[in-house]
């Protein structure tokens, strides 16, 4: 299941060249290699789900899943990466997906030893580092799929192996918590998306404070994209990006340029004492202020706050 939707998902993005060595002396190294370190890794999961939290199977499955992917993921790669936008990509396209990957794998563990456990994520590895050609797809796709995907093997699995051991008990607790899951993992592919800027609202979080009263260091607000047909008026609050960074400011005066004929903005920070000094171009702006959120993105500054930022170019 977990392949064939990726491969249809290709007919629809394209695909593109493996970035792995597909020669007959690469797939035969990939081959050894991948089952060579599934078997170790399998039987370590194995050992670790059966023989921890006994009590409590659903706590060592998700604890070990999570052990898994962590050690699986860069931390080096992380912290160097310098937007939340480069996070968010990096949580929707690697992380995500590879713990529900890792729960499944879990899940086959505790049911029926390493096995299957092994058989599963070695197919999906020798997909990935065998096939000459692979799905191309945007990592949005790759976000919904690597983790709805999971989710409905999960529940496929715990399905089948009630039936073999003649154990459903259809009753409306279960159907809750089957629902319950899948609720949870597209809520959380929404807030991914959400947060990346990709509905035409998207949050931001307010790092000086230049709009004062109003909006305060550590607010986080709502903005709406702004199309290239839809106008704007004195006392709008726009956010607009100018070498690199995004200001948020309020609309002044509107000019128009003789010689293009183009329309540019004069902005201000309320609690700024002069305008800016730049005029902002429409395909400058990102969006306009719809609602304010205090405090909110407190904790997003604190995790930015030991980078490095050349704030000369933001009007205080």
């Given at each position: 299941?977990?392949?064939?939707?990726?491969?249809?998902?290709?007919?629809?993005?394209?695909?593109?060249?493996?970035?792995?060595?597909?020669?007959?002396?690469?797939?035969?190294?990939?081959?050894?290699?991948?089952?060579?370190?599934?078997?170790?890794?399998?039987?370590?999961?194995?050992?670790?789900?059966?023989?921890?939290?006994?009590?409590?199977?659903?706590?060592?499955?998700?604890?070990?899943?999570?052990?898994?992917?962590?050690?699986?993921?860069?931390?080096?790669?992380?912290?160097?990466?310098?937007?939340?936008?480069?996070?968010?990509?990096?949580?929707?396209?690697?992380?995500?997906?590879?713990?529900?990957?890792?729960?499944?794998?879990?899940?086959?563990?505790?049911l029926g030893g390493f096995l299957p456990a092994l058989l599963y994520m070695t197919t999906?590895?020798?997909?990935?580092?065998?096939?000459?050609?692979?799905?191309?797809?945007?990592?949005?796709?790759?976000?919904?799929?690597?983790?709805?995907?999971?989710?409905?093997?999960?529940?496929?699995?715990?399905?089948?192996?009630?039936?073999?051991?003649?154990?459903?008990?259809?009753?409306?607790?279960?159907?809750?918590?089957?629902?319950?899951?899948?609720?949870?993992?597209?809520?959380?592919?929404?807030?991914?998306?959400f947060a990346a800027g990709l509905f035409t609202i998207y949050p931001s979080v307010i790092?000086?404070?230049?709009?004062?009263?109003?909006?305060?260091?550590?607010?986080?607000?709502?903005?709406?994209?702004?199309?290239?047909?839809?106008?704007?008026?004195?006392?709008?609050?726009?956010?607009?990006?100018?070498?690199?960074?995004?200001?948020?400011?309020?609309?002044?005066?509107?000019?128009?340029?003789?010689?293009?004929?183009?329309?540019?903005?004069?902005?201000?920070?309320?609690?700024?004492?002069?305008?800016?000094?730049?005029?902002?171009?429409?395909?400058?702006?990102?969006?306009?202020?719809?609602?304010?959120?205090?405090?909110?993105?407190?904790?997003?500054?604190?995790?930015?706050?030991?980078?490095?930022?050349?704030?000369?170019?933001?009007?205080?």
């Open positions: 299941m977990y392949i064939l939707f990726f491969i249809v998902a290709g007919f629809f993005s394209g695909f593109g060249q493996s970035p792995y060595d597909t020669s007959l002396y690469g797939i035969y190294t990939n081959i050894i290699h991948i089952i060579g370190i599934g078997i170790g890794l399998e039987f370590i999961r194995s050992f670790l789900v059966n023989n921890t939290f006994n009590k409590s199977p659903v706590v060592a499955i998700v604890s070990i899943s999570l052990l898994y992917t962590l050690i699986g993921t860069s931390i080096g790669e992380i912290i160097s990466m310098k937007s939340g936008l480069d996070i968010v990509n990096h949580l929707g396209e690697e992380f995500l997906p590879e713990l529900g990957k890792n729960l499944v794998a879990s899940y086959l563990v505790y999906i590895s020798m997909f990935y580092n065998i096939c000459p050609v692979l799905p191309d797809l945007s990592w949005i796709i790759k976000t919904f799929l690597g983790t709805i995907v999971p989710f409905m093997n999960l529940s496929l699995i715990n399905y089948i192996y009630e039936d073999e051991v003649r154990e459903i008990k259809v009753n409306k607790d279960e159907e809750e918590g089957i629902f319950g899951w899948i609720i949870t993992s597209i809520g959380s592919i929404l807030i991914i998306w790092a000086t404070g230049s709009m004062e009263p109003l909006i305060y260091p550590g607010d986080m607000i709502i903005l709406e994209k702004i199309g290239e047909e839809e106008s704007l008026v004195n006392g709008d609050i726009i956010q607009f990006k100018r070498d690199d960074i995004l200001i948020t400011h309020r609309i002044i005066d509107i000019i128009e340029i003789e010689e293009s004929k183009e329309i540019e903005y004069v902005t201000k920070g309320d609690n700024n004492s002069a305008k800016d000094f730049e005029t902002v171009k429409k395909c400058q702006i990102k969006g306009k202020l719809l609602r304010t959120i205090p405090k909110v993105g407190l904790f997003t500054l604190l995790l930015k706050a030991d980078k490095d930022v050349d704030l000369k170019s933001i009007e205080f």
